[in-house]
């Protein structure tokens, strides 16, 4: 998403404690905690984000009353490519720094997973592009072998009542 409160990222999924999921319209995050994630590409990690000072500004943490929040940045080979966000708004606490180790593994494979969709996407259309040149380039190379066989047709006939009367070159 080229436009929107984090330019280049897209809400892809969101469930809430049901496991039911969240319409995109519905869904209610800190920007500033995803931010200063993607931004630092290091996890962003608050037991009580109302009484942590780097979100005492943070009008979507006021306003959502959010206690407990995890964020942990997706890395890929060209930086940042998203973000797994975890909150809680009525449990302090709720994360610790032992969960960052198995979260950072999962954020770690589904980087990779994302990293090598994103690779096969691409390469099919670099395929696609390449049967279309292929394509393109077979139907030039026919007309050049018509045009060839023309031009040798015209040749055959234009010349064969050609007959020499001259002494032999050296």
């Known amino acids: 998403n080229k ?8 809400i892809k999924v969101a469930r809430n404690l049901a496991k039911e999921l969240i319409e995109k319209e519905d ?9 200063e994630a993607v931004q630092s590409g290091s996890p962003v990690l608050t037991d009580n984000a109302l009484q942590d000072e780097r979100f005492e500004t943070a009008e979507s943490v006021h306003s959502l009353e959010l206690k407990s929040i995890l964020v942990l940045p997706l890395k890929g080979t060209q930086g940042v490519i998203g973000a797994l966000y975890l909150d809680h708004r009525y449990q302090t606490n709720l994360f610790k720094p032992g969960d960052l180790v198995a979260l950072q593994a999962f954020v770690d494979q589904a980087a990779l997973a994302l990293q090598k969709a994103q690779m096969i996407e691409d390469l099919k259309r670099a395929n696609d592009r390449l049967a279309q040149t292929v394509d393109v380039q077979a139907s030039e190379l026919s007309v050049l ?3 060839v066989e023309d031009q040798r047709q015209k040749l055959t006939f234009e010349y064969k009542d050609i007959v020499g009367a001259s002494p032999a070159m050296l």
């Open 3 to 10: 436009e929107g409160p984090l330019p280049g990222y897209d």
């Open 27 to 35: 869904s209610s995050l800190s920007l500033s905690a995803v931010r």
């Open 145 to 147: 072998k018509r045009e």
